[in-house]
């Protein structure tokens, strides 16, 4: 499924970053926007541009990007800052495309003066001017293979290749339409040309010889892509589609359709996202979704018999170390509801027969943790009369257990406390608490018993200590009358 991200104005141009994470810049009205490849909103953005912003270009270590802009200058930024390292004057009308050429140090653009121009980066100074165009030069790229050569589409409808070491073109090609996107091939060899409806392919080496024109749009072809291994040409038209071409047959092999016209198109360098920017502003996001391991079909060959039954009749030596296997301890269902705070459904786990019956230990030591989180009243909340009938049955039963008696006298308490006000609805639940009474009743009896044993036995205890102590004296004073 896409996502849609809304821009300030058209997309004129995306650019994926050549290095990861490869993030991508997107220029649309006066702003440059960087935006991760599964981020939803801009990680970082540029907006120092007075008017609208054009073609913002990643450099070949993703450390700079250029961008053309409205008031005919050119601005290098650094992907680290936010104000410009370089601008560049020297147009007179808006720069609609800039680039790097391979060696890093060189930026080319060109613009609506008819103008193609070659810039020094450390010293931000003009290098050569080329004035061949009659028209717009809306498009360009540049080779990878020679550092001194790039290529610029015009709407004059030709392509010119110029050669940074010459004062003049080396190759124009004629297009036949106002020339919208141009790009080469990985190899250098081949240039692919978009405008109007159709999208040329061009054998550069051979002076410019057309190989195919391949029409399957039926409005302007706006943009063009290539996928990382070359083996896919993308190009994106007012058509509202995006054809997908294969570079040995120039068939179409895929087509995807969208909402509104397309201006601009990328694809991220491991063909893992494709977005798309269109008129209306709108920033489209596709991911490839992972491929799911394929199952081998051939079975996997067993271990032999022997490889089972070997070294089972070792026998250890002195000076050998056994290493034990680490037991892998497994929680009880309780204890994982406990431990992701289910206080309600803890409670109901440890009063299921098995536990309450036979380990009421447990239940109780649940109860006392409840307790000292603080969440014991809530989870005795809420109950209905089933659960407060087995509640009030194990609270009755148990509570005068010695070891249990001091949460079971907390618990019985806020049982009354929280269900005093249903109490005459249900006759099954106030039977319980009847039974609850009656016990509680009956324990406090035997508690004043045996305070009375206790109390007799203290002062028989008392009388006997007395006597004994007296009879000692008695002793020791005969025998020191005898010594005397």
């Known amino acids: ?18 290095v990861p994470p490869y993030n991508y810049a997107v220029t649309a009205s006066s702003r440059i926007h960087i935006y991760g490849r599964y981020s939803q909103e801009p990680i970082k ?13 990643y450099r070949d270590d993703g450390n700079l990007l250029v961008a053309g802009s409205e008031e005919g200058s050119i601005r290098l930024f650094d992907i680290s800052g936010r104000a410009p390292l370089r601008q560049f004057d020297g147009h007179a009308k808006p720069v609609h495309v800039v680039g790097f050429l391979s060696d890093k140090y060189r930026i080319f653009s060109g613009g609506d003066d008819y103008s193609s121009n070659l810039w020094d980066i450390p010293s931000a100074t003009e290098i050569v001017s080329y004035s061949e165009h009659t028209d717009y030069v809306r498009c360009g790229c540049a080779s990878k293979v020679n550092a001194d050569v790039f290529i610029t589409g015009s709407y004059d409808h030709t392509v010119k290749l110029f050669d940074a070491r010459t004062k003049s073109s080396v190759m124009t090609i004629e297009h036949g339409q106002p020339v919208e996107s141009v790009l080469l091939f990985p190899s250098g060899g081949l240039l692919v040309s978009a405008g109007g409806r159709y ?23 706006t943009c063009l892509c290539l996928n990382s291994s070359g083996q896919r040409l993308l190009s994106g038209s007012l058509d509202r589609h995006v054809k997908i071409y294969s570079t040995t047959s ?43 391991r394929k199952e081998k079909s051939e079975k996997k060959r067993q271990p032999a018999y022997r490889t089972y039954v070997k070294g089972r009749t070792y026998i250890p030596k002195q000076e050998d170390f056994c290493v034990s296997k680490p037991v892998k301890r497994v929680l009880r269902k309780y204890d994982k509801l406990l431990k992701s705070f289910h206080s309600s459904k803890a409670l109901d786990a440890v009063l299921e027969p098995p536990i309450r019956l036979y380990t009421p230990e447990v239940t109780v030591a649940v109860m006392q943790e409840l307790h000292r989180r603080g969440t014991l009243r809530s989870a005795l909340a809420g109950r209905d009369e089933k659960q407060i009938n087995l509640l009030l049955t194990f609270v009755a039963r148990r509570v005068i257990e010695p070891r249990f008696t001091p949460i079971l006298v907390t618990v019985a308490d806020m049982i009354t406390d929280i269900y005093q006000p249903v109490v005459g609805q249900s006759a099954i639940v106030d039977r319980q608490f009847l039974k609850l009474q009656e016990a509680i009743g009956k324990e406090i009896d035997y508690q004043e018993e045996l305070l009375e044993v206790l109390g007799m036995m203290d002062t028989l205890f008392a009388t006997f200590t007395k006597k004994t102590a007296t009879y000692l004296e008695e002793n020791k004073s005969n025998g020191l009358t005898e010594t005397i």
Not at 1 to 18: H, L, R, W
Request: hydrophobic share 40%.
């Open 1 to 18: 499924t896409p996502v849609q991200i809304k821009e300030f104005g058209a997309v004129n141009k995306i650019d994926f970053s050549p």
């Open 199 to 221: 999208v040329k392919v061009w054998d550069v080496l051979k002076g410019g010889q057309l190989l195919v024109s391949l029409k399957n749009h039926h409005k302007t072809v």
């Open 250 to 292: 120039y068939k179409v092999v895929h087509s995807f359709n969208y909402a509104t016209s397309i201006l601009s198109l990328a694809l991220s360098p491991e063909d893992e996202t494709i977005v798309v920017g269109m008129t209306n502003g709108v920033l489209n996001v596709k991911h490839r979704k992972p491929e799911e």
């Open 45 to 57: 953005t540029f907006s120092r541009f007075r008017d609208a912003a054009y073609c913002a270009t």
